[in-house]
């Protein structure tokens, strides 16, 4: 008897990608501990285990588009370049949200293009230990709040 094989449909690799991201998360979880705090996230960003390619951490508005609170921009022409993470200066004395924002980018940095919102939740998510709504309304007061927030 032979086993019948059907291709996958883009539900099956969606669902595979998210699975991917949630147990990349849950290693990086336990590798730094289940509370992540501002200087666990930098870390991480130096972990090739966690962040594929060298990451710097900057709090800069001037790349930016207004209510952004965070872009990961390409160090140069590859990849492996790095990249350079740029935050809303606003965070830099909220130290607690630090990790909500940097948690968010990890994916695109790793994952460029393939990623798309929900599946940067879902890591985010599942790396600081919230129910995938709940990292998400975190994200849009953050977000939200930078509006008001002079530089």
Do not use: W
Request: some cysteine; charged content about 20%; overall charge negative.
């Amino acid at each position: 008897m032979t086993a019948e094989f059907t291709d996958p449909t883009p539900e099956d690799a969606q669902r595979a990608f998210h699975d991917h991201l949630i147990d990349k998360a849950n290693a990086a979880r336990l590798a730094y501990g289940l509370y992540i705090d501002a200087e666990a996230i930098e870390r991480m960003l130096g972990d090739p285990d966690v962040v594929r390619y060298p990451t710097v951490l900057e709090f800069d508005a001037a790349p930016l588009q207004p209510h952004e609170f965070g872009y990961a921009r390409p160090r140069g022409f590859h990849p492996s370049d790095g990249f350079v993470l740029s935050i809303h200066p606003a965070f830099r004395g909220q130290p607690e949200n630090v990790p909500l924002v940097v948690a968010y980018h990890i994916p695109t940095i790793n994952y460029a293009s393939v990623i798309d919102a929900a599946g940067a939740e879902l890591f985010g998510a599942t790396l600081l230990g919230l129910e995938p709504d709940v990292y998400y309304h975190a994200l849009c007061e953050l977000a939200d709040s930078i509006g008001a927030v002079a530089v």
